[in-house]
Each structure stands twice: as structure tokens, then as C-alpha cells.
């Protein structure tokens, strides 16, 4: 059966072409004969997206639908360039063109109803449902998203309320794993100027990684997510638009199985795992919960015939608290939980310019603030701690871990022979008895609490130009000047120590420090920076040519830029240089064949200056941004869509994608990850899908919706799976990672394929409907992410892929 879906889809392969963006189509008689281009905003106008010289992807409601996509890690399978990486709530990944976003300010720019959320990672993953589109755009967009959009942005845009009249529509959907998820809406028309549109979506399901310890099992949600819009349009040229969002969190946790420890007697990423909670993690369970609350006013104003005014305004207020197990075992070694709230501000005010000739422009300004605090918690059992820490105990006394061993039992220090086991660990401190003599028992609650608070301000202006030189010929260019006002503090507290060393000033039984984790410096003592930076430009320009009315040709060059960002190192701050990103494409956007199929493709370079990484240090037990170099990026996307017969659409979409760190910076020094591939970037990746529909007679019509995703073989942290040392002559000597016990790690997925199959009946009015939906169809085995907040301490955690799951799902309209 699976080579028969795999023949099928290869035939597909041969066959497609065409924009999978644009997948709207017309309606009634039209619906079966010729695609249509959608229209977006992405140039902060509406156009068609043949007129827009750059690479854009688009899915509205209907594709999503289709696609089974209603998560944006489903849907980014379906969009070239882009792999989404949601393993939780709180921490998605988000990678395009290999590059990825998933700390600090964002490489990928997102957005929703075009107010940027970025900069609040914890609240960028949001329910999607009754969207009006999804864009996604691809390289440097600064002068239309913000100097976020490194590499390009996403923009999710909600249906707003509507005056052309009352409708609503209500679906359910259950499967595998207590799966269930019901969305609905209603637009109600209250008068000839206003009208209101509400919409929710519930979403449960029970984890499907089972949990030996004190936690439900793992990868399990629930959410409820409510909207409530408003249009008013007292004139016709007065519009406004009001979103009012809410959304509520609770998951059972991500799952972190050890890829050292043994559950049920072996190590399976694919298998149970053994993650428990204790009493200083706050929650009883393990997960996260979260409230997020946003408001968003859009005022738009057309002034005259030429110029428009558009007023866009933003407030947004954020929670998060969340309890992880970073070992993947059953006792306390790695317990963390963290509390984060964020408010964030945003008013964007913009004049546009189209007089219906050859000339068209916006000008504009924005202000955005952020404000956020972290709570952040580590629980241990020093018993435990010790046995982590073994090896550098050991060393820093000059020893082996055998020799401290017999050192302890000639010391006549109770079970002495099981310091650096895990299975019987040793009770004492191997220190204190070394050292002072004393026999000191281990504290099994040590408990460590850093709070740091991130502010930062922004200011922009920037200006974009369009004109025809020609019919045929038209250019862009794009200016946005930032400047940021930054702050940032950190203070760190021992809420629990090691009782037997509270005459000793509250050590710690392993280390006989005040702090095992966090840094001495912060204990009790508020370390704090601000730092304005200096303005800062970014820019576009464009190039179009237009072959004929449905065939456009663009290239393009534009500069992107991740800001300076303060990197703390104990009570010292440092202010990281800006990322920065020069590219050059070059693609075209094609209609063929009575417009039967479309295509868009694009290739592209780009070079990367003072590419920032960011990792966790073990030893302060913070993220730390830093500079790594240089890197250089080339590749080719294209997607599709092909309307075969009346009856068959395909579509498709391939992406090679080559990103990697260069072998040396500006100044000639080696660089620590020379060659290195960029995490979660697979070199070759594609997707293809059919829709086809089966005529039922007067009753409706069959649909059947086969769909499949590859990807190729990448890695999960910039390192490769090595670690790095200076190797005394300004380079570096690599060495494998491993486990306590010297397994290799590996850090890395090989090439997978996902199958999906949706199936469905809808009837002739398209009033109603019915489907089944078989996700991974043929159960793949494979891996997301490996490493982790575990990783930084050698104890590399596995998250698993989805499993099949089965659904089945109705829908009425009204």
C-alpha cells in the first residue's frame, strides 16, 4: 500500500505545477475550470499576487481546511522554506530558508493582522481558525515587516466582520488519543454600517507519549480560544475594524525522553518515558499553562482620492507559567519552572499613495514596547546533582571518577563506591568529606530562583516606492531607519539549601558553593543594563518585468537585520552586534494554460554578518546570545498548483535549501562552527497533495484529499552534535557529544515521509458535510528535536514526531 501511495504521488511529482498560495478559486459554474490569483496585502496594499515582485505564500481558510492544517506546524509542511517546529507551546521554532527564530528578537518576522508578536516568543504559537489567509514572505522585508524579518515574515490575518450579510458555520472533529476539536463563527449584520463577528475554537487532546512517573502523559492540549470582531463604515471612506482575542492554555507537558536513562528497561524515543513533577515546580503537573489577551484597532481613512490614512493600534497582555523534567527520569536531577508575563504596546500610523497612475507609495512610523518578566526555578537532589556532576568533581581534584571512588571508601565515607551512579547514588558529600573531613548528608529539595526582567523600545520610519517605467517595467525601493532603547536585570536567590551547611553560610552539599546553577554573582545582588543603540537602516529594491498579462519576472536585493541585544554573563552585560543579512533573488510568477495552472519560483543568495546563536549555560543557568560568525545561505523554492481535469487539482511545492556557517569571519579567525549545516534545515524538502472530487449526482460530491511531506536529512543544534574546544593555535578541535557513560549523541534526523489521507462527502448546497482523516497514515517513526535544556548538562533529551492518529469530522453551514 505504501509503495502504491508513493507511485501515485511520484506521478503527481511529473504533473504538478502552479501556485499553491493561490488557491482561492472562482464560485458557482466558474469553480471547476480555472484557477484564480488571491488577493493580499503584503505591500501594505490590496493586489493580486501576480503583481507582487516577490516571493509570497498564501493558504486561506479553504486550503487549511483541506490540507488538514487547522496547527501551523501541519500547514508550514505545505509552505517551500519553512519548517515549523512546535514541540510546546511556549518555545515553537520557526526556520525559513534555514534560518531559524527561537530566541531573542525574531529572524522570522510574526505577525497577526499585521501587529508584530515576535518579540514575545511564548505567544507567538496561537490557535488558527476562521482565518481570512496566512502569508508567508520570503527574504529581507524590513521595509514591510520590521527589521524582525530577517529572513522574511508571516502574517496571520483573522476574518474581520462583514456587511454583506448573517452566516456562520460550526464544526466538530474527534480521533485517537480523546482527540477533539470544535471551531465555529457568526457574522451578524447590526446595521448598514456595523457589524460583529464572533468566533472560537475549542481544542482537547490526551497526550500520546505515555508517562511512567507522577505526570499525565505527555503532548497533551487544551485549549479554548475566543475573538470577537467588530467593523464600523459609517462612510465610504471611514473603515475601522476592532479584534478582541483571548486564548487559554493548559498542556501536559512536552516530552523529554532520556536518551541516557532506561524506562521500561530500554531507551526508546518512540516509547514511554519517565517524567516527574515535584512540589517546587508549582504546578501539579507537568506542562504549561497560559492567558494570552490582545486587542487590535484598525482605523483606515481615505482622505481623497490619492492618499489614505491608516492608524493601526495594538495592546497586548501575556502570561505563562510552565514546569519541565530536562532529564527524562523519574527522580529529581534537572526540575525547572518558569513564570513569564509580557505587555506590549504597538501604534503604527501610515499614509498611502495611489492616484491610479504610475506612481504609488506609503510613508509611515511606528512605536512598539515590550516589557517582560521571567521567573525562573531549578530543583534538584543533590544526590543526583552529584552523580551529574561527577566527572568535574573528579577533575577538578585531579582524578578520575574511579579514583575519587576509592578515594572516598579509603575516606570510610558509607557508599562511597556509588559516587557517579545514578541507579544507587551516593548520600553524601564527596567534598565535604574530602576536603573538611565532615560527613555531610546530601539535601534532596535544593531549590534555586533567578528573576530577570527585558525591556526594550523600538522606533521606526520607513518609506516604500513603486513606479512604472514602463507597461512593462515597474520598480520598488524601500527604506526603514530603527533605533531601540534597551534594558535588562537579573537577581538570582537560594530559596532551599543543604541544612547541615547552614553554619557554613547555606552551601550546597556538591559543589560547597552558595549556588549550584546560578551565578554567584547575581546571588541577592540585582545586576542591571540599559543601552541605546545606534539608528540603524534597512532597505529593498525591486525590479519587474512583466513577459506578458500572465507571466511576471522580478529580481531583487534587500538588506535584513536582527538588532544588538543585551547578552548577560554573570552581573556583567554585554551588548551583542546586530545580525544582519544581504540578498539577492530573482524569480517570476506564471499563469498557463487558460489560467489551468500557476507556478511561482524564485532562487536566491545571501550573506550573513555577525550571525547570533544562542545557547544555555549550565553554569548560570541563563540563555546567552552570541556572535558566531559569518554564514552564507543560496537556494531555490517553487510551489504550485495544476487543475489536471475538472475534477483533479494538484499541487506541490520543493525547496533545496543550502545554509551553513562560513569557514571564517571578516578578520581572517577560524570560526567555531566552520561548515556547520543551520539547525532544523533539511536540504532538499517537498510536499504534494491532491484534490480530487467524485460527482455524487444531486446529493453532492466526494472528495478525496491525499497529501505528502519529505524532508531531508538535517540536524537539531548549530554544534552538528560535536562539542568545541580552542585548540591553542585560534581554531578549534571538535569532539563528539556524548552521554555520561561515552555513547555518542546523535543530533540529527534522517530523511522521512509523512502520508496523509483525507476523505470526504459535501452535499450539492455545501450546507453540510462529513470526512475521516488519517494523519501519518503509514505511522512514520521520527524525530523533531534532540538535545535540549538537557543537552547543555550532557543529558540529551528526544522529542518524537506525531503518531498516526485517526479523526473523523463534520460541518454545517448556515
Known sequence: MKHAYLSATAVAALSFSGQLSAHAQDSGTDQARHLE??????????????????????????????????DFEDLGNFVPGLQVQAQSLNAPSYSLRGVVSDGGTPRVAMFQNGVAIGNVPFATNLGIYDMERVEVVKGPQATLFGQGALVGGVNFIQNRASLDGNSGKVSLEG??????????????????????????????????????????????????????????????????DLFV???????????????????????????????????????????????????????????????????????????????????????????FYQARQA??????????????????????GNYFTVNGKDILRFSTDEAYAQSLFAPTLAGAAGL?????????????????????????????????????????????????????????????????????????????????????????????????????????????????????????????????????????????LNAAYRLSDNINTWVAYGRGRRPEVLSASGATYSVIDAETLDNIEAGFFGRFWDNRVQMTSSVYYGEYKDFQTTRFDPVQGIFITENSGNATQYGLEFDGQALITDNIRLLGTYAYTHSEYDDKDDNGNPLQFSGNSFRISPEHSFSLAADITIPAGQHGDVSIVPSYVWKDHHYFEDDNGYDYAADGNGGFVRVRE??????????????????????????????WGVYVLGENIFD?????????????FGLHTIIRGKPQMLKAGAYIKF
Open 343 to 364: 505587555n506590549t504596546f504597538s501604534q503604527e500610523l501610515r499614509l498611502n499613495y495611489d492616484a491610479g497612475g504610475k506612481l504609488s507609495a506609503f510613508f509611515g
Open 245 to 335: 482575542n483571548y486564548q487559554e492554555d493548559d498542556s501536559t507537558g512536552t516530552q523529554f525522553t532520556s536518551g541516557f536513562f532506561e524506562v521500561n528497561g530500554k531507551v526508546d524515543p518512540y516509547g514511554a518515558t519517565a517524567m516527574n513533577v515535584n512540589d517546587d515546580q508549582v504546578r501539579g503537573k507537568l506542562g504549561n499553562d497560559r492567558e494570552l489577551f490582545y486587542v487590535t484597532a484598525n482605523v483606515e481613512y481615505d482622505l481623497n482620492d490619492a492618499w489614505s490614512l491608516t492608524s493601526l493600534t495594538d495592546y497586548r497582555n501575556l502570561f505563562s507559567n510552565e514546569a519541565w523534567d530536562s532529564d527524562g527520569a523519574a527522580f529529581n536531577v534537572l526540575q
Open 738 to 767: 556524548s552521554y555520561p557513560d561515552g555513547t555518542f549523541v546523535d543530533e540529527e534526523q534522517d530523511a522521512y515521509g509523512i502520508a496523509n489521507l483525507r476523505v470526504g462527502f459535501d452535499s450539492a448546497d455545501e450546507a
Open 780 to 792: 512514520e517513526e521520527y524525530l523533531i528535536d534532540v538535545g535540549n535544556t538537557g543537552g547543555a
Open 175 to 240: 480521533g485517537d488519543y480523546s482527540f477533539l476539536r470544535g471551531e465555529g463563527h457568526y457574522n451578524y449584520v447590526l446595521s448598514d454600517t456595523l457589524a460583529l463577528r464572533v468566533a472560537g475554537q475549542v481544542k482537547n487532546m490526551d497526550g500520546y507519549v505515555p508517562n511512567t512517573a507522577n505526570s499525565p502523559d505527555l503532548m497533551g492540549q487544551d485549549t479554548l480560544a475566543l475573538r470577537t470582531a467588530l467593523h464600523w463604515e459609517p462612510t465610504d471612506k471611514l473603515r475601522a
Open 37 to 70: 490569483v488571491v488577493t493580499v496585502t503584503t505591500q501594505k496594499q490590496q493586489q493580486s499576487l501576480i503583481d507582487v515582485p516577490i516571493n509570497v505564500s498564501v493558504a486561506d481558510q479553504d486550503l487549511i481546511d483541506l490540507l488538514a492544517a487547522d
Open 400 to 540: 578520575t571518577v574511579e579514583q575519587m571512588q576509592g578515594a572516598l571508601q579509603l575516606a570510610g565515607v558509607p557508599g562511597g563506591a556509588n559516587f557517579g551512579s545514578f541507579d544507587t547514588p551516593l548520600q553524601y558529600s564527596a567534598l565535604a568529606a574530602l576536603l573538611q573531613g565532615q560527613l555531610v548528608p546530601l539535601y534532596d529539595e535544593q531549590l534555586e530562583e533567578q528573576i530577570s526582567t527585558d525591556e526594550r523600545d523600538t522606533y521606526d520610519l520607513f518609506g516604500d516606492v513603486t513606479y512604472e517605467l514602463t507597461d512593462r517595467i515597474e520598480l520598488t525601493g524601500g527604506l526603514r531607519y530603527t533605533k531601540e532603547d534597551l534594558a535588562a536585570s537579573s537577581l538570582g536567590h537560594v530559596l532551599k539549601s543543604n541544612p547541615y551547611l547552614v553554619a557554613l553560610g547555606g552551601l550546597n552539599g556538591v559543589t560547597l558553593s552558595p549556588s549550584l546553577l546560578l551565578s554567584a554573582e547575581t546571588l541577592n545582588n540585582k545586576a542591571s543594563a540599559s543601552e541605546e543603540t545606534d539608528g540603524a537602516f534597512t532597505w529593498r
